[in-house]
């Protein structure tokens, strides 16, 4: 007997993609109020917290912020919840924001405006993300992945770690961690299904372990925190925050795996057949062999002779572009010049409300608080609820310089208060709302990527609520940093 699909009528089809897209405007609309509401709160309590968790301080006592710190602040909250209700870059909004608040409002010349743009920041940016961007079109990342995917020799599950170390290796050498994601993805979400491993925890483990090696001295969030801590006047060491994120990273995929297996979903049994992942050993040859060389190189002068990253990563990359002059065009197009934008945007703006005293006042009212280590949890719950869904660099630019007041004022250690910060900043990034987070889910096959959806927005929420009080509670009050 032949069989008979069943297909629904046309009017039925456009009915359930009307109905489908309603429902993800609607959680859109709840997400965009909640980052709002979370901000804003975040903002209330930290300007009007004093008289709550303080009586006894008199009105007199508390600093009040002026029409022209208030205007600019605003519009930074607008910048945010535009940021994550349309794709437009938060950078290009903080140079135009810079423009018309301090030429118009404060009387600013162009140089002036532009006395702190961050051009050490965009070297770097710029230099890493083109040598990387060879390394990958020559095929010196897949060479790396292939051979490291080999030494698990059928222990599938040493899978997740292989790719948690991999992504580490790959940011704390300098790669982005969008970009460590996008390019593990493919090979870890495929191998999730052929070996039956939960691709929400393979995600998860690539996010993860990107994170952990993202805040070391040669990667450009590393020198990016370390650069606004110095400039705002407590300096932190490099080594510390990057192991202190490698570290919490670690504990978050370890408790990840407990999770899982008391879910009972460390094994997927949706599992089946999926692509071929090629997995023997390959040999580096020509161009590969010189990518891997200037890697060591790139090392031993940015970490033994302390030269700028980003310059030698230029170096680095003008010599792979001479080997392969006839691409030279493709290469140019790998820099992240997004990241460029925001970071640049971010940071200029955020240099001009520093420059009107609203980071100060800002720090003074939070103060007010009296208890800085409540103070510090607030800031790494709002900083971590809001790189869920925005950018995480923008808002650590945002949010770093307001912590030099409280550890100029407070016994807190100012690695431990930073680097709490920063990764509360950054592991939320798991959030399929965020880069990271929405390079797993395009990475699913396509007939389970609504179930990876669902499923690593629950762990999202989870990590949310965890992990910046994790963040906090083990570097702030400990004193161990």
Request: proline share 5%.
């Amino acid at each position: 007997m032949a069989k008979t699909i069943f297909k629904p009528a046309p009017e039925a089809e456009s009915e359930i993609r009307e109905q489908g897209s309603q429902r993800t405007n609607n959680r859109r609309r709840i997400l965009l109020i909640t980052v709002a509401a979370s901000v804003i709160l975040g903002l209330v309590a930290i300007l009007f917290g004093g008289a709550i968790f303080n009586p006894a301080a008199t009105p007199e006592s508390e600093p009040t912020m002026t029409a022209t710190q208030i205007i600019p602040l605003v519009i930074l909250v607008v910048m945010f919840v535009v940021a994550t209700k349309w794709p437009l870059n938060i950078g290009v909004m903080g140079l135009v924001a810079s423009f018309g608040v301090g030429y118009f409002m404060l009387g600013m010349t162009d140089k002036e405006i532009l006395a702190d743009f961050p051009a050490n920041i965009v070297i770097t940016i710029i230099g890493v993300t083109y040598f990387f961007s060879m390394a990958q079109r020559n095929g010196t990342i897949d060479i790396i992945v292939q051979n490291c995917v080999r030494l698990v020799r059928g222990k599938t599950l040493l899978l997740p770690w292989v790719f948690f170390l991999l992504a580490a290796s790959l940011t704390a050498l300098g790669t982005f961690s969008p970009a460590a994601v996008a390019l593990l993805a493919p090979a870890a979400i495929g191998l999730a299904y052929e070996s039956r491993i939960h691709p929400v925890l393979m995600g998860a483990f690539i996010i993860n372990g990107a994170h952990a090696g993202g805040f070391s001295p040669l990667s450009v969030a590393g020198v990016l925190v370390h650069d606004i801590a110095v400039k705002n006047g407590f300096p932190i060491s490099q080594g510390t925050l990057f192991a202190a994120s490698f570290a919490l990273n670690l504990i978050l995929s370890v408790l990840t795996v407990v999770l899982f297996v008391l879910l009972g979903k460390l094994r997927d049994g949706a599992g089946g057949q999926h692509a071929d992942l090629e997995t023997r050993t390959t040999r580096p040859h020509g161009q590969q062999i010189l990518t891997l060389a200037l890697i060591v190189a790139m090392l031993v002068c940015a970490l033994g002779f302390h030269m700028p990253i980003g310059f030698i990563a230029l170096s680095a990359g003008l010599l792979l572009a001479l080997v392969n002059i006839k691409e030279h065009r493709t290469f140019i197009g790998g820099v992240s010049w997004s990241t460029v934008l925001l970071v640049a945007g971010m940071i200029t703006y955020v240099s001009l409300l520093q420059h009107v005293g609203v980071i100060d006042t800002l720090a003074e009212q939070a103060l007010a608080l009296g208890a800085p280590l409540l103070i510090a949890l607030v800031l790494c719950y709002v900083i971590g609820v809001g790189s869920a869904f925005a950018s995480s660099t923008a808002l650590l630019t945002a949010f770093i310089p307001l912590a030099g007041p409280l550890l100029a004022t407070s016994s807190l250690s100012a690695s431990g208060t930073v680097a709490a910060l920063a990764i509360a900043a950054t592991v939320v990034d798991v959030s399929p709302f965020s880069t990271d987070g929405a390079l797993v889910v395009a990475n699913a096959r396509e007939d389970d990527r609504q179930r990876v959806y669902k499923q690593l927005m629950m762990y999202a929420g989870g990590v949310v609520l965890v992990a910046p009080a994790l963040a906090w509670a083990l570097l702030v009050p400990t004193g161990i940093m």
